[in-house]
Structures are given as structure tokens and as C-alpha cells.
């Protein structure tokens, strides 16, 4: 039988089996609408805001600042066309980084065609973006700058206390995604200088379907869903009580969790990234080595092509991903390698291990064992190879 050892955990992650008992009630037994005027109504409203209260406590920031969405994505586009569209009469000029998640990238990309300026700040050779060069490109005009946090590809993290404090002294709205970091990294959003903020439950071991923007007080900004008023008539919809109720319990084991499982990860990470390195002749570490999430590692293999590499591992019982999941099906290079200088080939021969809760020392040794075999049989027949 062939060993099963899950490394896409950016990907997506199990639920944790105390988040589903947490949720299990809330798909049959209290199962009421929070709109609903009744006693099962405000069963699951009081849930909802025991969980929204959760959730504002590790971000520092108030109940009331937390609005649930459907996804990342939805929180994404939520915080870009909403501050877009509230504050255009000041300006239409958005700067992003160049290695944003497609979920950003498309979104700005569609308000160009609505009449908006974007200019992407290029990252040095680690995926590192420069404060100096933000101040440089915000106009008079500029209204929003959003960068990623934690980098879904590349693990690179990004100063965003320092990128937040150039925003707020230039009186520029600051949006952060913080899909891959939440849970991970300590985050204050005042502290910070954080107005928007992005997080998904399934990166943290809670449900699929269920993200948050976090909009700070104040902030003006115009809701993409009309209907019921829900979510203080920013986000109209029926709201996912069970899946916001695993989120708020997936974000508290991680919270409770994340030094210690930081440090294991950490240790677990490098072992990982020296023995490819070691073993492995004609390889490339992606991103900053030093200020990386803790469970990520991406590799980029000369002379071979990602997909065929992930193909093997597969048959071997391994489960990596050549990039982003959202957009890996495009066989194209991936944008976040090209951005950091790479050459097509080695964006297209670079693989992304993502570690996490379940992850063992046999595992990394497992990885160890096998792939430099697989990656010397590719090249074998490589028609890259000189």
C-alpha cells in the first residue's frame, strides 16, 4: 500500500475534528436564520456573534468590524470595489504588489476597464516589497493600496506594519490579504495600521465557504451583495451559521496553538528545504528564507517541468501543488516566480510544499527518500537538459 503524505496544506486544509463537533449542532438542531425574530433565530444569531466576538479578539479590533463573506475571494473583492466605488470622488488610482493572488489581481484588473489607474510594485528577488518605493508611487489620487500578507506561493511575508504606516501618512486606505498568514502570524490591526483585512476558515483547518473582511470603523465603503441587509448591510445574505461557527473554533485552536506549532512547523520546514537542497543538485529556493510563513516551501527543479514532478509524487502517495490552486490547472508560469526574476523555466519546474497540522518527521524523511530518485529519472529524459 503507498504511504499517503498530504503537503498541500495552502491548498486547503482538513477540519479539524473539534471544529466539526462545534458545528455539528448548527446544521440540524439550532439551525435557525439569524434574521428570524423567533427563539431559533436568536439561538443562532447568539452563536454567530459569540463567534464574531472570538475572531475580533485575536485581531484586536471590534465585533462590529468583522463582516463574514463566502470566501477570500468574496472578502477581496468586497474590500477592492467597495473602497473603489465609496471613494472614487477623491480618486482612482490602486496600487497593488506584483505578486498578489489572482482574486486581487483580477479584481483590479476589472476596475480598469471602469475607469481606475492600478500600478503593481514590483518585489526584489525574494518577493520582498520596498516602503520606499510605495511612498514613491502614491499620487494625490491614490485611494487604496492592497498587498498581500503571507505569499500563497512563495511563503514570503511582507512588513505590512511598516507598508500600513507609509498608507496612513499619506491618508491612503491600507488592504491586507491575509489568507495564508491568518492564524499563523500574530496580527493587530491597529498596531498594524490595518483598514482591510482578509481571512479564510479552510487555510486554518476550519470549513470551505466561509471568509471575513475586517473594515475598520469609519471606513466608507459600498456593498457588492443587495438584499436583506445582513452584515450591516454590507454583505446581504443568508448567513453560513455552521461554517461560521467552525471558522470562530478553528481560529481559536489556532491562536491557542500557534507558537508551539510555529516552532514545529518551522523545524519541520527547514529540514525539508536543506535536505532538497543537499540532496538535490540544480535547485532553487523561492522566497525570503528568513521572513517565510512557517509551513511553506517552494522549490524550483532546473530542467524539469512542475507538473510531471507533481505527477510522480503522486503516484508515490505525495500531494504537493505546483503554485496557486486557484489558478495551477493554466499551465502557464507561474506570474509570482516571473515577479521574483525567474526564467520560464524554472517558474515552470518549481514545486510548492505546504506543511501543517499533520505533518510528521517520517513524512519529511519520506520526501527525502524518494524524490531525488524521481527527479533524477525526469531528467533522464528532459528535453530541457543540454
Given at each position: ?12 486544509t ?55 463573506t ?19 470622488n ?10 498578489e ?13 471602469q ?6 510594485l ?6 520582498l ?6 511612498e ?24 505590512i506594519?511598516?507598508?500600513?504606516e ?23 490591526v ?26 475598520k ?82 522549490i524550483?527543479?532546473?530542467?524539469i ?13 505525495i ?19 516571473m515577479a ?11 514545486i ?35
Open positions: 500500500m503507498v504511504k499517503k503524505i498530504y503537503l498541500d496544506y495552502a491548498s486547503t482538513p477540519v479539524d475534528p473539534k471544529v466539526l463537533k462545534e458545528m455539528l449542532p448548527y446544521f440540524s438542531d439550532k439551525f435557525g436564520n439569524t434574521m428570524s425574530f423567533h427563539d431559533k433565530g436568536a439561538e443562532a444569531l447568539e452563536a454567530v456573534e459569540k463567534a464574531r466576538i472570538k475572531i475580533a479578539n485575536v485581531l484586536n479590533a471590534k465585533p462590529e468590524e468583522i463582516i463574514f463566502s470566501s477570500a475571494t468574496e472578502a477581496n473583492n468586497l474590500a477592492i470595489k467597495g473602497i473603489a466605488y465609496a471613494n472614487s477623491r480618486g482612482k488610482h490602486i496600487i497593488i504588489s506584483s505578486i493572488h489572482d482574486s486581487v489581481l483580477n479584481t483590479v484588473n476589472w476596475l480598469k476597464t475607469g481606475f489607474e492600478i500600478t503593481e514590483p518585489v526584489d528577488k525574494n518577493g516589497v520596498d516602503s520606499k518605493n510605495l514613491k508611487e502614491i499620487r494625490r489620487n491614490t485611494i487604496l493600496v492592497s498587498m498581500i500578507h503571507g505569499n500563497n506561493e512563495i511563503g514570503t511575508i511582507q512588513n506594519k511598516l507598508l500600513g507609509t498608507c496612513k501618512k499619506n491618508n491612503v486606505f491600507f488592504h491586507t490579504d491575509t489568507s495564508q498568514s491568518f492564524g499563523k502570524i500574530e496580527i493587530d491597529n498596531k498594524d495600521n490595518i483598514d482591510l483585512l482578509t481571512a479564510s476558515s479552510h487555510k486554518i483547518y476550519g470549513p470551505k465557504g466561509v471568509g471575513l473582511l475586517y473594515i470603523s469609519g471606513i466608507p465603503i459600498t456593498p457588492l451583495l443587495h438584499g436583506g441587509g445582513h452584515e450591516r448591510n454590507l454583505r446581504s445574505s443568508t448567513l453560513n451559521v455552521p461554517g461560521i461557527i467552525g471558522f470562530a473554533k478553528a481560529t481559536e485552536i489556532a491562536w491557542k496553538e500557534l507558537k508551539k506549532e510555529n516552532k514545529r512547523l518551522i523545524k519541520l520546514r527547514d529540514k525539508l528545504i536543506n535536505g532538497i537542497l543537499k540532496r538535490i543538485s540544480n535547485t532553487k529556493l523561492n522566497g525570503d528564507i528568513k521572513d517565510r510563513l512557517a509551513n511553506n516551501v517552494n524550483s527543479f532546473s530542467f517541468e512542475g507538473e510531471s514532478l507533481l505527477l510522480e509524487l503522486n503516484l508515490e502517495g500531494f504537493v501543488s505546483t503554485g496557486s490552486a486557484c489558478s495551477s490547472p493554466k499551465l502557464e508560469p507561474s506570474k509570482i516566480l521574483l526574476g525567474r526564467d520560464v523555466e524554472d517558474a515552470h519546474g518549481s510548492r510544499f505546504s506543511l501543517g497540522r499533520w505533518t510528521t518527521d517520517n513524512d519529511i524523511n519520506y520526501v527525502l527518500k524518494v524524490l531525488p530518485e524521481i527527479v533524477k529519472r525526469l531528467r533522464k529524459f528532459s528535453p530541457f537538459k543540454d
